[in-house]
Nanobody, 122 residues
C-alpha cells in the first residue's frame, strides 16, 4: 500500500516556474514507478511525466518535453516535478501516481494522490 500527497501547486504567470512535490508513505515506495498526470476542466486525465523506481528511466509527454523534469529521492520517499516555461494550457489539477512500470496509461498505476491545482495566467 502506498499513500501519496501532492503539494506545490499554485498560481503563476506564463513563463514562470513551479516545483510539485509528492510525499509517499508505505514500505514499497522505492520499488514503485512514479508518474504525474494532469486533468484540466472538461478534459480527460492525461500523462505528463514518469520515472522508474531507480530513477534511471524517465518519460515525458511531448507537450512538456524540455520544460518539465521529474526526479525522485527514495531516501526521503519523495517525487518531484520541476516545471518551467509554464503556459496557460498547463493549467490543471496535477496528480501523483504509483505503479509497477513507467507508463503513459492510467490503468498501469495503482495508487493516486488527491491532486494539486496549478493555474497559469496569461
Amino acid at each position: 500500500q502506498v499513500q501519496l500527497v501532492e503539494s506545490g501547486g499554485g498560481l503563476v504567470q506564463a513563463g514562470g516556474s513551479l516545483r510539485l512535490s509528492c510525499a509517499a508513505s508505505g514500505r514499497t515506495f522505492s520499488t514503485e514507478a512514479m508518474g504525474w498526470f494532469r486533468q484540466a476542466p472538461g478534459k480527460e486525465r492525461e500523462f505528463v511525466t514518469a520515472i522508474s523506481w531507480s530513477g534511471g528511466t524517465t518519460d515525458y509527454a511531448d507537450s512538456v518535453k524540455g520544460r518539465f523534469t521529474i526526479s525522485r529521492d527514495n531516501a526521503k520517499n519523495m517525487v518531484y516535478q520541476q516545471m518551467s516555461g509554464l503556459k496557460p494550457e498547463d493549467t490543471a489539477v496535477y496528480y501523483c501516481a504509483a505503479g509497477g512500470i513507467v507508463s503513459h496509461l492510467r490503468h498501469d498505476y495503482d495508487y493516486w494522490g488527491q491532486g494539486t491545482q496549478v493555474t497559469v495566467s496569461s
